[in-house]
């Protein structure tokens, strides 16, 4: 119960799984591409993408501009414009930027599903507390119902019990068995 009211006061803690496996991803990103593509200090980044058509993927993809397109062996520019190259230009099975070994058509179907990953993930953990808190809510009004149902059964109790001992006290004056109120104790003389 603690932790359920612990996370109500902290909901951004529902996205740093998210957060930190987006921060590995690019951390892994970057590994793998310094890997595959070493810096050099002659690099072709002042040069055309034209320029690396008929070369290796490898050559070309250094400048992060160009796209390679392992089909017809050609460097082009990038399409900026269009985000994702269109296939008239080069097949995005056949696409390559950044990496050699990974192409478009994988890289979007592989953002799709982490992107839909971490939606799903995001709207369950909000329906999730939603309905926690119902349910919690639900239990606390119950609680202090049932209290309020027990305080007053109580002082009907109570009240009964006052009625019950004056109407026994008016039986006991009635016959005479009342005694003095001041010494409740006292003990019967015999006469």
Request: hydrophobic fraction near 35%; proline fraction near 4%; include cysteine.
């Amino acid at each position: 119960m603690e932790a359920a009211q612990w996370l109500r006061r902290r909901p951004w803690v529902l996205c740093l799984p998210a957060f930190l496996l987006a921060r590995s991803c690019s951390a892994a990103g970057e590994d793998l591409t310094t890997q595959a593509a070493p810096a050099t200090t002659s690099g072709p980044v002042g040069q055309a993408c034209a320029a690396f058509s008929g070369k290796t993927c490898d050559q070309c993809i250094q400048n992060t501009s160009c796209l390679w397109c392992n089909e017809k062996s050609i460097c082009m520019d990038y399409p900026v414009r269009s985000i994702i190259p269109s296939s008239t230009l080069c097949p995005l099975s056949e696409a390559r930027w950044g990496l050699c070994w990974v192409n478009f058509q994988a890289l979007i179907i592989s953002i799709a599903v982490v992107a839909g990953l971490l939606l799903l993930t995001i709207v369950g953990c909000c329906c999730y507390c939603c309905c926690c808190r119902g349910r919690h809510r639900g239990r606390l009004e119950e609680e202090e119902r049932f209290i309020r149902e027990r305080e007053e059964k109580h002082l009907q109790s109570l009240q009964r019990k006052h009625e019950r001992k004056a109407k026994h006290d008016e039986i006991r004056k009635k016959y005479g068995l009342l005694q003095d109120s001041d010494h409740p104790y006292s003990r019967y003389e015999n006469e």
